[in-house]
């Protein structure tokens, strides 16, 4: 014999099921929302083919269906146009996020439905900036203070996870601190820890309204250049009290994710982001490739990198496809 002959291993479909060595639940998947005030709101962002922001009730509706198709979490952006200097909107107990929360709770239990809440101030501040700004410099003492009042009135609301990505130093240990003082103990943060100064968030800032108003996030964002940063990065966040870590955008990140996984024994989420999704809706569409196949060729790579759990837009397709 010359030679094995690996091809014989793939040659007929419930043979390859047998030997993937990668496998993708629906369990793992985490749905993101944008969420606005009114009702019966479907109003669709069109940079994102199929995405639209919506009103609390049309919240309800669309995780029962998701519900039923066998994705449990999701993640909650309140899209919101009271823009503050000091982003005072977002931790009212009245702003859209924290009523969204509650009204999900009165249908569903954290046993059927996971929630999970962005916290950040760039869609509450008039400059568009995750943190405060003073001048062109961040406040770091001021930022952290408002992030932690943001997850506290989330925790308030009944969330089970907040999820801080404005990449600010400390924010993880500052957020713990605040929930175990107001007696949160049990509520979980899943960190942006590695969060890239990415072009792949245009979409996304256009459906939120959180595009900076002046220079760019390059100052807190990490350079993409760095990969041993990013390990420092989470190794960080695990010390200040991380329950998941997440590495963001996805796909042009594989090797960070690989990285990440290999090196912590922590879940991870890999967030694959607006921009990837606008490409890949815009690629599906023109050249005529099957949208399934083009998606799952590109999540099951996040999964085969080491991603534990994957934010993505294309959870309510891909529950039905898998
Ligand atoms: C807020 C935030 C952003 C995303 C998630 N949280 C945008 C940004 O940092 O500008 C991007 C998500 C996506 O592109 O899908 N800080």
């Given at each position: 014999m010359e030679h094995n002959r690996l091809s014989k291993m793939r040659s007929h479909t419930a043979l390859r099921d047998l030997v993937s060595e990668t496998h993708l639940h629906k369990d793992?998947?985490?749905?993101p929302f944008f969420i606005v005030e009114g009702t019966r709101i479907s109003d669709p962002i069109k940079s994102m083919p199929g995405i639209h922001r919506i009103s609390s009730d049309v919240l309800v509706t669309e995780?029962?269906?998701?519900?039923?198709?066998?994705?449990?979490?999701?993640?909650?952006?309140?899209?919101?146009?009271?823009?503050?200097?000091?982003?005072?909107?977002a931790y009212r107990a009245d702003n859209i996020v924290q009523k969204s929360i509650r009204?999900?709770?009165?249908?569903?239990?954290?046993?059927?439905?996971?929630?999970?809440?962005?916290?950040?101030?760039?869609?509450?501040?008039?400059?568009?900036?995750?943190?405060?700004?003073?001048?062109?410099?961040?406040?770091?003492?001021?930022?952290?203070?408002?992030?932690?009042?943001?997850a506290v009135s989330h925790a308030v609301s009944g969330t089970d996870f907040v999820a801080p990505s404005?990449?600010?130093?400390?924010?993880?240990?500052?957020?713990?601190?605040?929930?175990?003082d107001n007696k949160f103990h049990k509520v979980k943060i899943m960190s942006y820890s590695?969060?890239?100064?990415?072009?792949?968030?245009?979409?996304?800032?256009?459906?939120?309204?959180?595009?900076?108003?002046?220079?760019?996030?390059?100052?807190?964002?990490?350079?993409?250049?760095?990969?041993?940063?990013a390990l420092r990065e989470v190794e960080?966040?695990?010390?200040?009290?991380?329950?998941?870590?997440?590495?963001?955008?996805?796909?042009?990140?594989?090797?960070?994710?690989?990285?990440?996984k290999q090196s912590f024994n922590i879940p991870l989420a890999a967030y694959n982001v607006s921009g990837e999704y606008a490409m890949m809706k815009q690629y599906a569409s023109e050249s005529g490739v099957p949208e399934k196949d083009l998606i799952l060729e590109s999540v099951i790579a996040m999964k085969r990198a080491g991603a534990d759990m994957i934010i993505t837009y294309?959870?309510?397709?891909?529950?039905?496809?898998?």
């Open positions: 793992q998947l985490i749905m995780i029962g269906e998701l519900l039923k198709l066998g994705v449990r979490s999701v993640l909650l952006f309140g899209v919101s146009s009271e823009k503050e200097t000091l982003a005072q909107s009204t999900l709770r009165r249908h569903y239990s954290s046993d059927e439905l996971c929630i999970i809440t962005d916290v950040c101030l760039c869609g509450h501040t008039l400059n568009g900036h995750c943190g405060i700004m003073k001048g062109t410099e961040i406040d770091l003492e001021q930022t952290l203070d408002i992030l932690a009042k943001i404005a990449m600010m130093d400390g924010q993880v240990a500052v957020i713990r601190n605040a929930l175990d590695v969060k890239f100064a990415s072009n792949f968030y245009g979409p996304f800032r256009d459906a939120y309204g959180s595009a900076p108003q002046f220079g760019d996030r390059k100052t807190y964002q990490m350079d993409y250049r760095n990969p041993g940063e960080q966040d695990i010390m200040e009290g991380a329950d998941v870590v997440m590495v963001k955008p996805a796909l042009a990140y594989l090797d960070i994710i690989y990285r990440v294309f959870a309510k397709e891909l529950a039905q496809w898998i």
